[in-house]
């Protein structure tokens, strides 16, 4: 079956807008114009795409399943123009990463920074979400690429190559400082409230398999929807949970946390850099993926001298 661009290029612009005539004006044409063309795409496809609101059009459930594709492969054409209208040697572009909060906090942000110290005329965006949204994303070829904190499950045509590997401690806050002495198994603390991220979140898996090789069931007091989120609560005594050693250490060192001592520590994990193989990739984001492994490895080399 012959594709009619046109069709795709009218769809996009009207489930955007939500309006007609916004969607006419963006396309110098007219509301008639692209009512008639919309009515063509849903006979040929034979589903209704849209319904009439008060306020403009919706899409139906088909319209947002067709509107997932249509969208991610505009965004590839805007970013195929964007990389074929200038130079490379000038590192122009948009690069879109997916990111989790950890991943973030621990690495990224910092090597971002001083990728765009580098390459100032790169704009960058990230998207901050759950490892399965990000990974549902990445797949959807809405993110060039992803940035993510073990574990994950890929898909066959992903790859991972991982960046650094990071320790986690089990802290509290100074109410609890009495947990700071001696070492402790799991079933010793299940009377203390626990903070973790909720269900729906690769750390919430990690640390359920972690209680369940240790015959105790993973209960959260306090689930919190970010990992940013976790540091204050856990400082303000909504309990104990489980932190990045890294981000831990200048609160630690302060006195404002306590870190737990436990027998047997988690299994490490990882900061991990997420591709898709089967998708093609623009010259400054393969740049920017380079640039990310090799600061990596420096700063991986800097903490052990």
């Not at 692209?34 to 919706?58: H, M, Y």
């Not at 997932?68 to 054409?77: F, K, T, W």
């Not at 250490?249 to 404002?256: A, G, M, N, S, V």
């Not at 998708?279 to 393969?286: D, E, F, H, P, Q």
Request: aromatic content about 10%.
């Amino acid at each position: 079956m012959s594709i009619n661009y046109e069709y795709y290029k009218s769809f996009y612009y009207a489930a955007k807008y939500k309006n007609m005539t916004r969607a006419a004006a963006a396309l110098g044409s007219s509301q008639p114009n692209i009512t008639r063309v919309l009515k063509l795409l849903e006979a040929e496809l034979n589903c209704k795409l849209f319904v009439r609101e008060s306020r403009g059009i919706a899409l139906t459930k088909e319209g947002e399943r067709l509107y997932a594709h249509v969208e991610a492969a505009v965004l590839h054409l805007e970013r195929a123009q964007e990389e074929l209208s200038v130079k490379l040697t000038d590192s122009m572009g948009t690069i879109e990463i997916g990111a989790t909060e950890t991943a973030l906090h621990l690495y990224l942000l910092d090597a971002l920074h001083r990728f765009k110290e580098e390459h100032p005329k790169v704009r960058i965006r990230i998207q901050n979400d759950t490892t399965p949204e990000i990974l549902k994303k990445l797949a959807g070829g809405r993110l060039d690429f992803a940035v993510l904190t073990t574990p994950f499950e890929l898909l066959k045509s992903f790859t991972s190559c991982k960046l650094f590997s990071f320790q986690e401690i089990l802290a509290a806050g100074i109410q609890y400082r009495e947990l700071g002495d001696g070492k402790w198994e799991i079933f010793q603390l299940r009377e203390y409230p626990w903070v973790g991220l909720g269900e729906g979140t690769a750390t919430y898996e990690f640390y359920r398999e972690f209680f369940r090789q240790r015959c105790e069931e993973l209960q959260l007091d306090v689930e919190a929807a970010t990992s940013d989120l976790l540091i204050p609560l856990i400082q303000n005594n909504f309990g104990i949970g489980f932190l990045p050693e890294m981000l831990a250490r200048p609160l630690l060192q302060k006195e404002t946390l306590v870190r737990v001592p436990l027998k047997g520590r988690p299994p490490e994990r990882s900061v991990c850099l997420v591709c898709d193989r089967g998708r093609g990739k623009s010259m400054i984001s393969l740049e920017l993926q380079k640039y990310l492994k090799a600061d990596a490895a420096s700063v991986t080399a800097g903490n052990l001298n």
